[in-house]
């Protein structure tokens, strides 16, 4: 089993009134690499447990190819999970750890050897295969955890925030060697995270959950070019997309303190206020003295990127520019934005006004 549909699933405690999952509907294709992202609480590792079968579904249908999953038991759903915590047994030595599974399942002890050591080889984990995970590091003891679910040969891995324990310099190495292991393997995997950054650079396809529902569904081209809403906007992207507050008049977009940004792209119905969100590689200095004036207040180098940090018509702004440009604190800075790079969001819904317009047409 490797394609998975969720129709309509929610999810609520006894003990609670309101759901946690609202009306949950996605399908996922053979060998995809999905990444649930959002904030915690949002609930990604509720939706994934319910995939796992380790919650209940309150209503709603999950589909392993053509079968009907939500009373099927765990063991029986041809899954392999990895958690945050490893879950490794300490008094166990890496072999085991990554046999134990098999051993449950009463395999012949050649047959699980030989899994075992392609498992280590895959890992580059052949030479700790005696040692105990208190004597591994970080990242080898995420590689035994990894082990565990690939000598399962199951069709769908599940992972729950698995990098979060590491350090930056093992996240980002983790990030590449699980990436080649789905290259290598083939097999669908929903992975969970809160770091926008793991979602943008892993996943084939990426879901924005707020609150328990969707935001948004897509590549990670679709979410951070064209997000769905302000939420979406918010959330992808470092630094996050600044906002400013604006009118749409004659077609024109106009910032609420009166000056004018450009006439739009798209046609528009006259606005009396709206949400405009610039992406901080789409504001660039100018040395002219007209645009949007900023008044600087933090400076940081990022090694290949400046980031400027200061206040447009009172809103927190960011810029993105090249380190070769001398900035300081307290300077007055001019901004120029090309108005076909912005963003606009429906004041009430947050809702992005060109995917409205998208789905009228």
Known sequence: MSKIKMKHIKKRYDDKNDYV???????????????????????????????????????????????LVNDVEPKDRDIAMVFQNYALFPHYNVFDNIAFGLKMQKHKKQFIKKRVEEAAEILGLTDYLKRKPKDLSGGQRQRVALGRAIVRDAHIFLMDEPLSNLDAKLRIQMRKEIINLHRRLGTTTIYVTHDQTEAMTMASRIVVLNGGYIEQIGTPEEVYNTPATKFVAEFMGSP???????????????????????????????????????????????????????????????GADLHIHGVVNGKEITVREDPKNKVSVNDTLFLKTNVENVHLFDVQSGKSLFEREKVEV
């Open 21 to 67: 999952i609202h009306d949950f509907n996605l399908n996922i294709e053979e060998n995809e690499f999905i990444v649930f992202v959002g904030p915690s609480g949002c609930g990604k590792s509720t939706t994934l447990r319910m995939i796992a079968g380790l919650e209940s579904i309150t209503s709603g249908e999950l589909w392993m190819d053509d079968k």
């Open 240 to 302: 996050p997309m600044n906002f400013l507050e604006g009118s749409i008049k004659n077609n024109q977009l106009i910032l609420h303190t009166g000056e004018v940004l450009g006439n739009l792209p798209t046609t528009f119905n006259d606005l009396e206020k709206v949400d405009i969100g610039i992406r901080a590689e789409n504001l660039t200095v100018t040395e002219e003295k007209q645009g949007l004036m900023m008044t600087v207040n933090h400076v940081e180098l990022m």
